[in-house]
């Protein structure tokens, strides 16, 4: 921005720019991020329908998490992408919630609509939301739950909630089962908190059997099969060298000629290759490995020499399965062969390769650290399996959330309940613009248990005026449970959800509504022309 003699300032624009400003910005952004949240709203709650999406080269995923569905879809209006980014941040900090985020951003966004209809500024309509959100978080922590850590229930009831929305829900108490013990045992204590690292939790899948078949593994479990036929297949009391450095001889990287000119000679040059292999197995051997897990490839003969020596080797492990391994055997990642002593190997009870479904995969159990887990994730096809994946980091998420702050809600739309009904009551202390705000707030709100229900099959109408009126009679915890369509105390449904889960949610939904409600002019760049479209003649706008 410049600002000439006359003190007036300029906004210069490129060439192809468009700009739209005042109301006419604020509707088209408002529309587009509605758009988004209309879209996921079908899949909220256990009644909730799935998507089928299909990617630009045909693969299909089918799913009913916020985010994944977001994810997957190609989104161009930035307004729209801010209602991504929502899900983004509700993923990365409270693991659940995404679909509800999104919806009640475009709640809040549609409730703001109304009143700048009525000519209020969005200015005070922010502020209004903004109170009206300290004072949901508020309630929200006062009508919390306790929850004792010393006994697992109500950490697996909540998982099972997550789940109960998903594909995976038949199996949701089996499921919900293996990740509280997974969190649990990643958990680390300190200053009388528990912390958990999600990423702990190392999630691999294989198609086959089915999701009852999912098991929890001790330790890290590797997509990969032992490389060669002559090595053992089971290994105890393992010490392993984890290599970030190839068993192979490295090609130099400039051509050289080599004039060989007897079979005497060929043969010293094969050798001498040999005698390198040799050299690093027998420094392998030499430290005390008898297991070798490398991050590049083993070359055949080294392979040979390995096996001869009893040591089970693995060849091209993920970079991201050698620091997990690192972690939870205590070894060192070696780059550098010959500077490598006997300190640097990991430990653990038993590494094996076992046949999974048409697969072999190998198993290092008991290790030095016990905080690390795997959990394997069996089920009929690819995507049943894919799909319990992004189910089980839901329920992961949750646990989690739980054990580091051990407080919950019931579910079913009570809390939204409470909070829209606490809200309304504390509209009336604030002055006239502001309290519309607020009373929109509450009703954005509602429109959790009545998305629930209308997913549901009945008739939201209905279940908001009993929900409401049995609220009034201080029935914290009624919501609508789905799956029998009635109105009841959610404690007893035993439909529980963390309470920072929900209050993520709010915070999430109304940042985002704030930031949209705020732009007021939308500068958009042309587009930029793919180079490889040839120009066609007398096209607008310059390439360059
Ligand atoms: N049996 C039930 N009856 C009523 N509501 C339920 C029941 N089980 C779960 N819910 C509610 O469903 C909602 C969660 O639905 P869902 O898991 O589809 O969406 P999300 O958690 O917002 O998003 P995502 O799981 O995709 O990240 C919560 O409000 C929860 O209270
Ligand atoms: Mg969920």
Redesign the pocket.
């Known amino acids: 921005m410049s600002t000439p003699a006359s003190g007036i300032p300029v906004l210069v624009l490129k060439e192809g720019s468009t700009r739209s400003r005042g109301r006419e910005a604020q509707h088209t952004n408002i529309m587009a991020a509605r758009i988004i949240a209309e879209m996921?709203k079908s899949?909220?709650?256990?009644?909730?329908m799935d998507k089928m999406l299909v990617d630009s080269f045909g693969d299909v995923t089918i799913?009913?998490?916020?985010?994944?569905?977001l994810d997957e879809m190609d989104v161009q209006h930035p307004a729209a992408k801010m209602m991504v980014e929502v899900?983004k941040t509700?993923?990365n900090e409270a693991?659940?919630?995404?679909?509800?985020?999104?919806?009640l951003a475009g709640e809040l966004l549609a409730k703001a609509e109304e009143l700048i209809g009525k000519n209020i500024h969005p200015t005070i309509i922010i502020d209004g939301y903004k109170k009206a959100m300290e004072k949901a978080l508020e309630i929200l922590e006062k009508i919390a739950i306790p929850v004792d850590l010393n006994s697992t229930e109500y950490l697996k009831k909540t998982a099972m909630?997550?789940?109960?929305?998903?594909l995976v829900a038949e199996h949701k108490e089996y499921l919900a089962d293996l990740a509280v013990k997974a969190v649990l045992q990643v958990a680390e204590k300190a200053d009388g908190k528990y912390k958990v690292d999600v990423d702990d939790v190392k999630v691999e899948k294989k198609p086959g059997e089915s999701l009852r078949d999912t098991i929890l593994v001790n330790g890290i479990v590797l997509d990969k099969e032992v490389v060669h036929p002559g090595m053992p297949k089971r290994v105890e009391n393992a010490r392993i060298a984890l290599l970030d450095t190839p068993l192979e001889i490295e090609k130099t990287e400039f051509d050289a000629k080599i004039n060989i000119e007897s079979p005497e000679q060929m043969e010293a040059f094969l050798k001498q290759e040999e005698v390198m292999l040799r050299d690093m197995v027998e420094k392998l051997a030499s430290v005390g490995a008898n297991v070798v897990l490398c991050q590049k490839g083993i070359d055949d003969m080294a392979q040979h020499f390995l096996a001869r020596k009893g040591i089970l080797a693995v060849r091209r492990v993920k970079k991201s399965d050698m620091e997990k391994l690192a972690k939870a055997t205590g070894g060192r990642i070696i780059t550098n062969l010959e500077d490598m002593t006997s300190a640097d190997l990991g430990y653990a009870n038993v590494v094996e390769e076992r046949k999974i479904g048409d697969d072999k995969m190998t198993f290092v159990e008991g290790c030095r650290n016990p905080r690390s887990v795997t959990i394997l994730i069996r089920g009929a096809t690819e995507r049943v399996v894919d799909e319990a994946e992004r189910?089980l980091h839901?329920a992961i998420c949750v646990v989690r959330d739980i054990v580091e702050e051990p407080k919950i809600?019931?579910?079913?739309?009570?809390?939204?309940l409470e909070v829209a009904r606490v809200l309304k009551k504390y509209a009336e202390t604030l002055p006239g613009r502001e309290q519309l705000a607020v009373k929109n707030f509450a009703e954005a709100l509602e429109a959790?248990?009545a998305t629930?229900a209308e997913n549901?099959g009945l008739d939201p109408i209905d279940v908001l005026s009993e929900l409401r009126a049995r609220h009034e009679k201080n029935e914290t915890w009624a919501?609508?449970?789905?799956?029998?369509g009635k109105v009841q105390d959610?404690r007893e449904?035993e439909?529980?959800?963390p309470l920072s889960?929900?209050k993520q949610?709010i915070k999430s939904a109304t940042e985002a509504a704030s930031m949209i409600l705020k732009i007021d002019d939308v500068i958009a760049a042309a587009k930029m022309k793919p180079p490889s479209v040839p120009k066609e003649k007398g096209e607008e706008g310059a390439g360059e």
């Open positions: 996921v899949s909220l709650g256990p009644k909730g799913t009913s998490d916020g985010r994944t569905i899900a509700q993923d693991g659940d919630g995404t679909t509800t985020v999104v919806v909630t997550s789940m109960a929305s998903k189910s839901d809600l019931a579910g079913g739309g009570a809390p939204e959790i248990p629930l549901a919501g609508i449970e789905v799956i029998s959610m449904a439909v529980f959800e889960v929900k949610v």
